[in-house]
């Protein structure tokens, strides 16, 4: 399931859906208005094999690994969210819900951050990969 964090502009979840991008977005659709930020992670251990996409940098935290879900945090202008989210599901290393599972994962122009579970150390990734 590919969750949406509230501060996603409502422009952005249609286009993600105009491209059949299945998506659920806290708020009015899952969740409620205003979720702090521990009440998003309990909601994702209730919604496992989830990737969650946000503008909150707070949840570009390595301590939030899981297994269960998927971290990522899109460091790119609001208006740019929809084809990013698209560029990243089409990504060769994150394409499937396996190979997201436990990682938390910063989007920009510039590449991909990656914390892995097990990992010490930040990987970086470039689009083309």
């Not at 949406?4 to 249609?14: G, S, T």
């Not at 208005?33 to 009440?39: C, F, I, L, T, V």
Request: proline content about 5%.
């Amino acid at each position: 399931m590919i969750i949406l964090d509230e501060n996603i502009p409502e422009n952005q979840r249609q286009l993600l859906r105009s491209w059949r991008i299945h998506i659920r977005q806290i708020g009015p659709e899952i969740g409620r208005p205003g979720m702090k930020d521990k009440e998003i992670i309990r909601l994702l251990h209730r919604f496992p094999r989830s990737a969650f996409f946000t503008r909150d940098s707070g949840f570009y935290d390595p301590q939030l690994r899981h297994a269960d879900y998927c971290l990522v945090y899109l460091s790119v202008g609001q208006y740019e969210v929809a084809s990013f989210i698209r560029r990243f599901l089409r990504h060769p290393v994150f394409k499937t819900q396996a190979k997201r599972n436990g990682a938390v994962i910063r989007l920009s122009q510039m590449g991909l951050s990656v914390w892995r579970p097990g990992q010490n150390a930040e990987q970086k990734l470039s689009w083309t990969a």
